[in-house]
């Protein structure tokens, strides 16, 4: 790979870095110049390899982060369990059973799943990040033509269709 002037000096004032050593933390210093936002709860944090960048939704199961995967250099979407009393074993098992069953399903309109892991007794899954505006805004800020509405629909009962037929929906 080629490097850049900072990463080449930073290369040859430590050589027992390796090259790829030196491109991780650079690419981890250009998340952090572009992608950190105010810290709130984990928003700015490193947890579990994860570099926690915003929070894309909440759930009645889980809230959901975009997040940057150290370890790989990608963009995932990363689950958590939501804590508290609600976070029985029951709930626990639910969580684990949605991210196994999604994880089954190979399809270009489903996301696909990387990781179920917990730490600390927090459980979370890694999958796919999509990127892109919500359809929800689309919708509110009346930017969504019929065509374009319809071939979401269609896609959304493509894979509906999918998961059906492996006994998911």
Same mark, same amino acid.
Request: with cysteine.
């Given at each position: =790979? ?22 991780? #933390?650079?690419?981890? =210093?250009?998340?952090? +110049? ?8 984990? &928003?700015?944090? +490193? ?53 196994? #069953? ?7 309109? &489903?996301? @696909?799943?990387?990781?179920? @892991? ?9 999958? =796919?990040?999509? #990127? ?9 800020? =009346? ?6 509405? #319809? ?15 492996? @006994?998911?929906?």
């Amino acid at each position: =790979e080629i490097l850049c002037t900072s990463c080449l000096l930073l290369h040859k004032s430590n050589p027992s870095i390796s090259v790829d050593r030196v491109l991780l #933390a650079r690419r981890m =210093e250009l998340i952090e +110049t572009f992608f950190t936002p105010p810290k709130t709860g984990l &928003i700015g944090q +490193t947890w579990e390899g994860y570099k926690i960048i915003e929070e894309l939704g909440r759930g009645g199961m889980g809230i959901v982060y975009k997040a940057f995967q150290i370890q790989l250099g990608r963009m995932v979407a990363l689950k958590i369990i939501r804590e508290g009393p609600s976070s029985s074993r029951k709930r626990i098992q639910r969580f684990l059973r949605e991210a196994r #069953a999604l994880a089954s399903l190979r399809h270009p309109h &489903i996301v @696909s799943i990387y990781d179920i @892991s917990s730490f600390h007794d927090q459980y979370y899954f890694t999958m =796919e990040f999509i #990127a892109g505006r919500p359809l929800s805004d689309l919708i509110r800020q =009346e930017e969504l033509s019929v065509q374009h509405g #319809a071939r979401i629909v269609r896609d959304v009962g493509y894979a509906l269709a999918y998961a059906h037929s492996k @006994s998911i929906v």
